[in-house]
C-alpha cells in the first residue's frame, strides 16, 4: 500500500504525466491501488520514498540479475560518466560489448546495438521482411514484443485471423501482414503456413513466453518452429529481451539447443541502462545499412554509459561460473514453496530463475490459460506480500525475476510470506 509520500507524488505526477506514470504497468490499476514511488536500491532491496524496504522480485522487469547497483558495474559507469555521457560518433567501447556477445552468443555473427527492445524487434522485422522479400509474420496470441504498430495486435477469432491493432492510433494497415498464432501449438503454425507459406518473412516468438506470465515452451514447440520456418525459407526470431542472458550465458537458445537466424536481446545487455541488440546470421545483417538497404539509425544508439553497464555485467555473467545454478535453485526454491501453500488451487511455472505463480486450476501453457486466472486474488495476494516486504509485480501477468543478491535468508523469508499468503486467501479458495 502506498505510503503518504507516494500517495502526494502521484497525486502530483497525475497532473503532468498520463495516469501519473512512464509506462502503463506502473500505474498499479491490476491491483486496485496507488503506486508505490521507489528512491533507491542495493543488493536485493528496494526502498520507496516513506522509507519502507523490500525484497525485490520485479527486477526492473529483468535485467537486475546481479540485483541493484552492483558496485563493480557502478564504478565502471562513473568512470565512463567522467570521459562524457554521448558523442554521436563511434567507441572502442561498443565493439567490446558486441565482441563479448558474440562470443557468449554465436548465433549472432553480425550485431547492431540500439536503445530498447521495442526498437530491437521493429528492426529485427524489418530485417527479416527485406532478406527475404516478404511482407507477412507470425507472432503469437499472448506474447509481447514492444509497442510499434505492426506488433501491437490481439488475436482474431482463429489461427487464421489476420490481427486488429491493439491500440487507438494503429491504422489497421500497419497489422495487416501480422498473422497471431497460438503460443505452444505448432499446428496452428503449419495451419497459417500452409495458408501464407510463401508470404510469411518470419516467426517471431518469445522463447518462454513472459508477457501474460511466465509460460515455458511445451515439447517440440520450438524445434517445430525451426523445422517449418527452414521448409518455408522463412526466418526464425527470438525476441530474448527478457529471457536474454538470464536463462543462461547464451540465453534461451543456449538453454534449449534451438539456433534462431535473428535474435533480439535488451534490459540485461545493457546492465540495466537504456540498451538493446539485434542480430543474427551475416547474411541477413548485412542487409542492414549502410551495407545494404535496410535503413536504421539511433544517435545514442551503443552510447558509452549503458554500454560500459553492459560490458561489465555481461563480463560478470560470463565469469561467474556459479551464477545460474544459484538462481535457477533459490527460484525453485520459491517454486515449491507456493505449490506447497497452494496446492492444487494454483498454477506456478518456472523456467530458470523466471517464475509464475497463476490463480487458476489449469495448467497453463498458452494464452487462454493464462487469462482464466483469477486476478482478484492475485490482487490480493500482491498486497499481503507488498504489506509484508515482498515487492512482485502488480499484475498477475508478469513474471517474478530472482537475482544473484537474493540470499537465503531473502528466500526463507519469501517462502514464510508466500504461505502466510496462502493462509489469507484461504477462505477465498475453496478446499486445497
Excluded at 528496494?46 to 522487469?61: A, F, K, L, T
Excluded at 513466453?209 to 514447440?221: D, K, Q, R, T, Y
Excluded at 506447497?340 to 494464452?367: D, P
Aim: net charge negative; glycine share 10%; aromatic share 10%.
Amino acid at each position: 500500500m502506498a505510503g503518504l509520500e507516494s500517495e502526494a507524488l502521484f497525486k502530483k505526477s497525475k497532473g503532468i504525466m498520463p495516469g501519473g506514470v512512464n509506462s502503463p504497468v506502473r500505474a498499479f490499476r491490476a491491483v486496485n491501488q496507488d503506486p508505490v514511488f521507489m528512491e533507491r536500491a542495493k543488493g536485493s532491496k528496494i526502498y520507496d520514498v516513506d522509507g519502507n524496504g523490500y525484497i525485490d522480485y520485479v527486477c526492473s522487469w529483468g535485467p537486475g540479475i546481479l540485483g541493484h547497483a552492483d558496485s563493480r558495474v557502478i564504478e565502471a559507469v562513473k568512470e565512463t560518466c567522467n570521459n562524457g555521457l554521448t558523442f554521436g560518433a563511434p567507441t572502442e567501447k561498443e565493439y567490446i560489448l558486441a565482441s563479448l556477445i558474440q562470443e557468449l552468443v554465436p548465433s549472432m555473427e553480425m550485431l547492431r546495438l540500439v536503445n530498447s527492445g521495442t526498437e530491437a524487434v521493429m528492426s529485427a522485422v524489418r530485417v527479416a521482411r527485406g532478406f527475404t522479400g516478404r511482407d507477412k509474420i507470425i507472432k503469437f496470441r499472448g506474447c509481447y514484443h514492444g509497442h510499434s504498430d505492426g506488433l501491437l495486435v490481439k488475436a482474431g477469432s482463429g489461427a487464421l485471423t489476420q490481427s486488429v491493432p491493439d491500440s487507438l492510433g494503429v491504422p489497421e494497415g500497419y497489422t495487416e501482414s501480422t498473422l497471431v498464432a497460438e503460443y505452444n501449438d505448432i499446428s496452428s503454425v503449419k495451419d497459417i503456413f500452409g495458408k501464407y507459406g510463401s508470404e510469411i518473412a518470419a516467426v517471431i516468438v518469445e522463447p518462454v513466453a513472459a508477457n501474460m506470465g511466465v509460460v515455458p515452451p511445451v515439447s517440440g514447440f520450438l524445434e517445430g518452429l525451426r523445422k517449418i520456418t527452414e521448409q518455408y525459407k522463412s526466418l526464425l526470431v527470438f525476441d530474448e529481451v527478457i529471457t536474454g542472458f538470464r536463462l543462461a550465458k547464451g540465453g534461451a537458445q543456449e538453454y534449449f539447443g534451438i539456433v534462431p537466424d535473428i535474435t533480439v536481446f535488451g534490459k540485461i545487455a545493457g546492465g540495466g541502462m537504456p540498451l538493446a541488440v539485434y542480430g543474427g546470421r551475416r547474411d541477413i545483417m548485412e542487409m542492414v545499412a549502410p551495407l545494404g538497404g535496410v535503413y536504421q539509425a539511433g544517435t545514442l544508439s551503443g552510447n558509452p554509459v549503458a554500454v560500459t553497464a553492459g560490458i561489465e555485467t555481461l563480463k560478470i555473467l560470463k565469469e561467474d561460473t556459479g551464477i545460474y545454478n544459484k538462481i535457477e535453485e533459490n527460484t525453485t526454491k520459491i517454486r515449491l514453496a507456493a505449490e506447497e501453500a497452494f496446492g492444487r488451487r494454483v498454477c506456478v511455472n518456472q523456467a530458470g530463475s523466471l517464475m509464475s505463480i497463476f490463480f487458476t486450476e489449469e495448467k497453463v501453457i498458452n494464452y487462454t490459460a493464462a487469462v482464466s486466472s483469477d486476478t482478484e486474488k492475485y490482487a490480493m495476494y500482491f498486497d499481503y506480500m507488498l504489506k509484508n516486504g515482498i515487492y512482485i509485480a502488480p499484475s498477475q501477468f508478469e513474471a517474478m525475476f530472482i537475482s544473484a543478491a537474493h540470499t537465503s535468508e531473502d528466500i526463507e523469508r519469501t517462502c514464510d510470506i508466500i504461505n502466510q499468503a496462502s493462509e489469507l486467501l484461504k477462505p477465498y479458495m475453496g478446499a486445497w
